[in-house]
């Protein structure tokens, strides 16, 4: 994996005030002493134990069923199905994993309810409180079709709640049904959760190697020279914002990176978008997106930078017929798609976009570990290095409030 900062035009040397501010807070990520910072060992402190645990537990729910829903809204659905989907799905012969309860649509649960009339199903709901109202509607209607289908002890061996190990709600659940209980640590938060029970086990019950993600995972956290590339972009980052760049563009050529852009929104929006501070995180497909806002990109009113991730080696390609013309005939599909990606990469510079390039060299399980750890900590020193507290959402609940006075309103 390979980061290039040159495309922002920034030498990291002229801002030295930012530089040491952000060595400082990467000491206190990594120092064990800062606040809900329990994920940044993850790739470490897990023993084979752990992960023998998780295997078993998927093992256990592929013998039982064709479809797994996940219930589970933010952090809790978001890095397993970005994950998930950038491995192609789930492998031949594994279960499809679908989630749930990150909406309130009543015609996107129907949808589910009628694949559960005909499909051998299990159903795991992740949520630490158990009280955050789309997951906690969305399990109530499923799990009651779940015990309709199955009857209540069947229907009880098929649910597995994931949950803080506190006397909480879903803990309270689990223990009197029966159902499979799993932990989320007290101080990880859902959006920095991917190497925890609630990222490993949907992915492992897709067929996915979890062993493989978190020796990517450890390969940046141990590593001097990925050190020095993560500072170095959040660095980048924190410059940028300086020079009045507030919306950060995350861009690929790969739709199986769509899910992960999703989960990078949230990751880097929830982080940092406090105090009137922070970058806007967003995502675009590439090529779809250049035909409706790449005239934006390239003349529009420039306040954002972009961080363009580019898969180098792809599983999939085909040979373009003969029957499509010049200059395209005989060419590779994936060959004409880097193409439009070095296109890109070169117009937006002439234009003096700020432009970073994360190379991946496949999307395995390996390099999405280290590409998922790269993020949390640049993210996290970002944040602490604008002035913001990285794993607090205040805002969220302002609509919570409001909306909740209106539920109690209706008849």
Known sequence: MKIDISGTGINIEQHLDTVNDAYKNYDKLRSGKADNTGWVDLPFIFKKGFLDDIKRIANDIRSKCDLFIVIGIGGSYLGSK??????????????????????????????????????????????????TTEPLLTYHILKNKIIKKYGKEEGNERIYIITNSNDGILYREAIENGNKLLNIPNDVGGRYSVFTSVGLLPIAVAGHDIEKMLKGGAEIASSVEWKEKLLNYAICRVVLQKQG???????????????????????????????????????????????????????????????????????????????????????????????????????????????????????????????????????????????????????????????????????
């Open 245 to 411: 760049k507030t919306v950060e563009i995350f861009e690929h050529f790969e739709m199986n990176l769509e899910y992960f852009g999703e989960w990078l929104k949230q990751l880097f929006c929830e982080s940092e978008g406090k105090e009137g501070k922070g970058a806007f995180a967003t995502c675009l497909s590439f090529s779809r997106d250049l035909h409706s806002v790449g005239q934006f990109l390239q003349q529009g009113n420039q306040i954002f930078y972009e961080t363009l991730i580019c898969i180098k080696k792809k599983e999939y390609d085909f040979k373009i017929p003969e029957s499509a013309g010049e200059p395209y005939a005989g060419k590779s599909l994936e060959d004409i798609n880097t193409c439009a990606e070095e296109g890109i990469v070169l117009a937006h510079k002439n234009s003096g976009i700020p432009i970073i390039v994360v190379e991946v060299p496949e999307l395995d399980e390996y390099n999405i570990g280290k590409l998922i750890y790269f993020f949390e900590i640049s993210c996290a020193v970002s944040a602490y290095t604008i002035g913001v507290n990285p794993f607090d959402q205040p805002g969220v609940e302002v609509y919570k409030r409001e909306m909740y006075k209106l539920v109690e309103e209706l008849r």
């Open 82 to 131: 970005a994950v998930i989907e950038a491995l192609n799905g789930n492998k031949e012969g594994f279960p499809e994993i679908i989630f749930a309860g990150f909406n309130m649509s009543a015609a996107y649960l129907k949808k589910i309810e009628r694949r559960m009339t005909h499909e051998a199903v299990c159903l795991c709901t992740i949520s630490k409180s158990g009280t």
